[in-house]
């Protein structure tokens, strides 16, 4: 891991969770993948994470088989098109212990510097067994951890979970997306406690708090002393459409907080406005069930997708969610970045 990079991941930057490109038969779209791609790097974020859920965990199974080519068409298109640039690729990992480590692997091997390590799949597992777990698949890549909210099927992590995962040597980061606050506490304390907050970049993974997380100081109690951190960044499926945006809001944050100038009330107002619109493309009124469709019929809107299909049939827009996306376009015009989109599109389809 290069200097650079490391000083991307830690000062905070803009990580979306890449969606998959499907065309109208649902096979793999390569071309509007790469489109993707090639839109979030000009939008300013500073990674990618594919294979996570956005990605749709679908690619895993042995009949579709795209977890291999995702990946490593995300690698290659981040190789050829950014330049010189430090671009963080993350690759989900997920499974039991065998799988996450052959999925570590892979990720390795083509380039990726970091795994966002998902324990969704060890429902049953005691803690140990889970610190066990992220050991083994933290001595083949750096690993970012992952707090999946349970409603799309994560698992409740406590405290003495992230209190031991943060001392693995070779945890770099942590995505919260727990879309609670006391869990989120839970593992920023956890990470205090550890001894290891300076060296482990804490991203919120919260689509519902976005703009509150990146504006909280947080002062946790360590002994005699009380340490002071804040979320640098953000690896999220909301920042996966309106990227451009989102890059502008991050860099409007560390600019505030470098100011230590008083947050201005209108902050608070704006979180609420990100989280409405999050509501719409998220499908919050029907559980998630269109969280993915949402983010596709955004991009679909965009003219990036062709349409808004995944791999499972199942997974579409909700009654109602289309109306929603409206919405919100029309409350919060200067939140998309539809007008850099039209600039640019001929240039990534190409």
Known sequence: MTTSLSKLLTRGTVIPAHPLALDENRRFDEQRQVALTRYYIDAGAGGVAVGVHTTQFEIRQPEIGLFEPVLRLASETVDAYAGDRPIWKIAGVCGKTDQAIREAEFAREYGYHA???????????????LIEHCRKVAEVIPVVGFYLQPAVGGRLLPYSFWREFAAIENVIGIKMAPFNRYQTIDVIRGVCESGRADEIAL??????????????????????????????GGLLG?????????VDLLNEVHALVDSREPIPPE?????IDVTDANAAFFDV?????GCIAGIHEVLRRQGLLKGTWCLNPKEQLSPGQSEEI??????YPDMNDD????ENLDKWLA
């Open 203 to 232: 991203y919120t993974g919260n689509d519902d708090n976005i703009v509150a997380d990146l504006l909280t100081e947080y002062r946790i109690k360590v002994g005699d002393n009380q340490k002071r951190v804040r979320i640098v």
């Open 115 to 129: 795994g966002l390590l998902s324990v969704a799949a060890l429902k049953e597992e005691t803690i140990p067994q």
């Open 339 to 342: 007008a850099f989109v039209e």
């Open 267 to 271: 902050w608070l107002t704006r979180n």
């Open 285 to 289: 009124a029907n559980g998630f069930a």
């Open 238 to 246: 909301h920042w996966a459409c309106w990227t451009k945006g989102a």
């Open 326 to 331: 409206d919405r919100v376009y029309a409350a």
